[in-house]
């Protein structure tokens, strides 16, 4: 078996020539070979929505083996809010490397983990005194989140939403909500995990913030109870079940009820934090301080890293040694995650996502003025999608949104299809993304729509 058969991996990061580019076909043949060996080699379970060679990335484009250039507009699932590559983060992560790349936090800790949450802790939601707590990926932060929210309450029920997303372990697989192909034939899975309805304005018959949380709260009450519950626990965009925007006011009543009835308000801002929403935190929209907030993706550039933050009652409720891992807060992270976080404030990038979202939503609501089969655009910031509808019945359209996605892929742009449908096309840029780049990759988008 040959090795290495692809060309010497070139330098990535914004310096990269800013363009779309296709040399050959997506896949090109050097693509395929590792998409081959993929499958020779890597569980067929572990899927990819392209089928090409990863080389560099940087800005907004993503370079394969083959020397084709694509645009980005995932941003590897809303991780690379700075772009891949980042300078700042490239120049902390190298000298952290040179110092030293491990001890484990709870072993011998170092100074990157405590200013990691001392950062969390003044740009979260709030000004509560607040604790955090480092780990490694968004479900693992999620696990943690409701564990601490348990051992403070003395309670044992979750409550989660129609369509959530929390993670794949076995947790946070009872709290999403999407059967295939997140949780068919994996179970068992967690007990004491209950589902609430959700407002979804788009199929909810036009239900108000008040109403669907009375709802939501009725539901809970009636087939929970308060006195079982430790924790609500919802994204205040839902990323996975298909960007979902609450109507105005859901998320502050059910803050309300949780604070009014003993139960922690937990907010997964896995995919909505950092940046990516045009505020640090998509909770800020509307006002709500979550009791404990979690975040992971966009936190660090690209590596590993996540963290619970929150109040520090509840925080510090477990007991010593009770909360750890072998590598939360690995120092390479935390150097990362320190290196993006002045990024986002530096160069404005809060600001960029708001810029971002402006050219999104304008270009996709002209599209959908034009095309009923775009039932809905929604989304904030950096985070926005489309719906794809049977226009005469509002039936969810996931082989139009299959084939919009493949055709834009075919044609160097990377799209991610997500909703509980499969019918909703997301747009999450990276924040250092070019408007020209965006907007050629949008009106490849459209073309897509319109060869369908
Ligand atoms: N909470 C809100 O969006 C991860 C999933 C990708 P991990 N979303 C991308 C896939 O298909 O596995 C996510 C999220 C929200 C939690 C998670 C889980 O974060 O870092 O993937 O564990």
Same mark, same amino acid.
């Given at each position: 078996?040959?090795?290495?058969?692809?060309?010497?991996?070139?330098?990535?990061?914004?310096?990269? @020539?800013?363009?779309?580019?296709?040399?050959?076909?997506?896949?090109?043949?050097? $693509?395929?070979?590792?998409?081959?060996?993929?499958?020779?080699?890597?569980?067929?379970?572990?899927?990819?929505?392209?089928?090409?060679?990863?080389? $560099?990335?940087?800005?907004?484009?993503?370079?394969? /083996?083959?020397?084709?250039?694509?645009?980005?507009?995932?941003?590897?699932?809303?991780?690379?809010?700075?772009?891949?590559?980042?300078?700042?983060?490239?120049?902390?992560?190298? !000298?952290?490397?040179?110092?030293?790349?491990?001890?484990?936090?709870?072993?011998?800790?170092?100074?990157?983990?405590?200013?990691?949450?001392?950062?969390?802790?003044?740009?979260?939601? %709030?000004?509560?005194?607040?604790?955090?707590?480092?780990?490694? $990926?968004?479900?693992?932060?999620?696990?943690?989140?409701?564990?601490?929210?348990?051992?403070?309450?003395?309670?044992?029920?979750?409550?989660?939403?129609?369509?959530?997303?929390?993670?794949?372990?076995?947790?946070?697989?009872?709290?999403?909500?999407?059967?295939?192909p997140y949780k068919?034939?994996?179970?068992?899975?967690?007990?004491?995990?209950?589902? /609430?309805?959700?407002?979804?304005?788009?199929?909810?018959?036009?239900?108000?913030?008040?109403?669907?949380?009375?709802?939501?709260?009725?539901?809970?009450?009636?087939?929970?109870?308060?006195?079982?519950? /430790?924790?609500?626990?919802?994204?205040?965009?839902?990323?996975?079940?298909?960007?979902?925007?609450?109507?105005?006011?859901?998320?502050?009543?059910?803050?309300?009820?949780?604070a009014a009835n003993?139960?922690?308000?937990? @907010?997964?801002?896995?995919?909505?934090?950092?940046?990516?929403?045009?505020?640090?935190?998509?909770?800020?929209?509307?006002?709500?301080?979550?009791?404990?907030?979690?975040?992971?993706?966009?936190?660090? %550039?690209?590596?590993?890293? $996540?963290?619970?933050?929150?109040?520090?009652?509840?925080?510090?409720?477990?007991? !010593?040694?009770?909360?750890?891992?072998?590598?939360?807060?690995?120092?390479?992270?935390?150097?990362?995650?320190?290196?993006?976080?002045?990024?986002?404030?530096?160069?404005g990038l809060i600001?960029?996502?708001?810029?971002?979202?402006?050219?999104?939503?304008?270009?996709?609501?002209?599209?959908?003025?034009?095309?009923?089969?775009?039932?809905?655009?929604?989304?904030?910031?950096?985070?926005?999608?489309?719906?794809?509808?049977?226009?005469?019945?509002?039936?969810?359209?996931?082989?139009?949104?299959?084939?919009?996605?493949?055709?834009?892929?075919?044609?160097?742009?990377?799209?991610?299809?997500?909703?509980?449908?499969?019918?909703?096309?997301?747009?999450?840029?990276?924040?250092?993304?070019?408007?020209?780049?965006?907007?050629?990759?949008?009106?490849?988008?459209?073309?897509?729509?319109?060869?369908?």
């Open positions: 078996m040959t090795l290495v058969d692809t060309p010497a991996t070139m330098t990535g990061g914004p310096s990269l @020539a800013q363009e779309r580019r296709l040399v050959t076909a997506i896949p090109g043949p050097r $693509s395929q070979e590792l998409i081959a060996r993929k499958a020779a080699a890597v569980a067929s379970g572990v899927g990819h929505t392209l089928p090409i060679s990863v080389v $560099s990335a940087g800005g907004g484009v993503i370079v394969d /083996a083959d020397g084709n250039s694509l645009i980005d507009l995932g941003s590897g699932i809303a991780v690379t809010g700075v772009g891949n590559s980042a300078p700042r983060v490239v120049e902390a992560v190298t !000298a952290q490397l040179n110092s030293f790349t491990h001890t484990c936090f709870t072993v011998s800790p170092y100074e990157g983990y405590v200013a990691v949450a001392e950062k969390l802790n003044e740009l979260t939601p %709030g000004d509560h005194v607040k604790r955090t707590a480092l780990f490694n $990926s968004g479900a693992e932060a999620v696990e943690n989140a409701v564990k601490i929210a348990r051992h403070y309450t003395k309670k044992q029920a979750v409550v989660a939403f129609d369509h959530a997303y929390h993670g794949r372990t076995n947790l946070t697989m009872g709290l999403t909500a999407k059967n295939i068919s034939g994996f179970g068992p899975f967690a007990s004491e995990v209950y589902r /609430a309805p959700l407002s979804y304005p788009f199929r909810d018959g036009g239900l108000s913030g008040a109403e669907a949380a009375a709802r939501a709260i009725s539901v809970i009450e009636k087939q929970v109870g308060a006195e079982n519950l /430790a924790a609500i626990i919802i994204e205040p965009i839902q990323g996975e079940g298909g960007f979902i925007v609450p109507a105005q006011g859901f998320l502050p009543a059910l803050v309300e009820w949780a003993d139960v922690v308000f937990i @907010a997964d801002e896995v995919q909505t934090g950092f940046a990516r929403t045009g505020a640090w935190f998509a909770s800020e929209h509307e006002g709500i301080v979550p009791d404990l907030v979690v975040a992971a993706k966009g936190i660090a %550039g690209g590596l590993p890293l $996540s963290a619970v933050t929150g109040r520090a009652e509840i925080m510090d409720s477990a007991m !010593a040694g009770g909360l750890g891992g072998t590598y939360g807060g690995n120092p390479l992270a935390c150097a990362a995650a320190l290196a993006t976080i002045e990024t986002y404030e530096e160069d600001e960029r996502a708001r810029e971002i979202g402006a050219v999104l939503i304008g270009r996709l609501n002209a599209l959908r003025t034009a095309d009923p089969r775009i039932g809905d655009v929604r989304g904030r910031g950096a985070m926005v999608a489309i719906e794809l509808v049977d226009p005469a019945t509002g039936a969810p359209d996931a082989a139009l949104t299959n084939a919009v996605a493949k055709y834009a892929h075919a044609n160097g742009v990377v799209v991610l299809t997500c909703g509980t449908y499969g019918n909703v096309i997301r747009f999450l840029p990276p924040l250092t993304i070019s408007d020209e780049l965006l907007i050629d990759g949008l009106s490849v988008v459209a073309e897509g729509l319109k060869n369908a």
